[in-house]
């Protein structure tokens, strides 16, 4: 297993569009085995490849908590690949949203809080499944991913302009500090 490097915005492979695995084969298996180890490390719930600079339609998730002692951490990983939307509630909620890719930066978006997904695991077994809460909004995050669209898009342009002022802000404080 390896830890990858995060792409990080204004990076402009962020806004590639991933293309579908056609077989979920060994290959596969290594990239979502790199992905886990590199989002428990960020740490992260969730990563799509294109966010370790892999064009494809791949999704790893975690939603369990860190643990705070030490000591085996409690893991509830899921993989999704070729996902799709099959469904989406009218009903749309806000969470407050951070990416990886958008280092320290949170900001509310408003999602449908109930969809209904279809996707393959990585054995390839398809799985089709109606997911609310967290796992609703954290899976309709990632698929963004798939299609170039990160969290800030969702804001004003006003918000969005105010997250990336702070993002390149602390980069600049953070590379005073180190120089
Ligand atoms: O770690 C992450 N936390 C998070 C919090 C709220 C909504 C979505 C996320 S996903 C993010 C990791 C990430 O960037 N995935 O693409
Ligand atoms: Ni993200």
């Not at 796992?135 to 170039?148: S, T, Y």
């Amino acid at each position: 297993m390896a830890i990858l490097p995060i792409v990080e915005v204004p990076d402009p492979r962020l806004r590639q569009i991933s293309l579908a695995v056609e077989t979920v084969d060994d290959e596969v298996r290594k990239l979502i085995a790199d992905m886990f180890e590199t989002m428990y490390v960020a740490p992260g719930i969730g990563l799509a490849a294109i966010q370790v600079g892999v064009p494809r339609r791949v999704l790893v998730m975690d939603l369990q908590e860190p643990e705070e002692e030490d000591g085996e951490p409690i893991r509830d990983s899921r993989v999704f690949i070729n996902p799709e939307i099959l469904r989406r509630s009218d009903q749309e909620v806000p969470y407050l949203e951070g990416c990886l890719s958008v280092p320290d930066q949170y900001a509310d978006v408003e999602r449908p809080d109930r969809i209904r997904a279809r996707w393959l695991d990585e054995h390839g077994k398809p799985h089709e499944e109606e997911l609310d809460g967290l796992l609703a909004v954290c899976l309709q995050h990632e698929m963004d991913h798939l299609e170039g669209i990160l969290f800030i898009d969702h804001l004003s342009r006003l918000k969005r302009e105010m997250v990336l002022k702070k993002l390149a802000k602390m980069r600049k404080e953070r590379g005073l500090r180190a120089a």
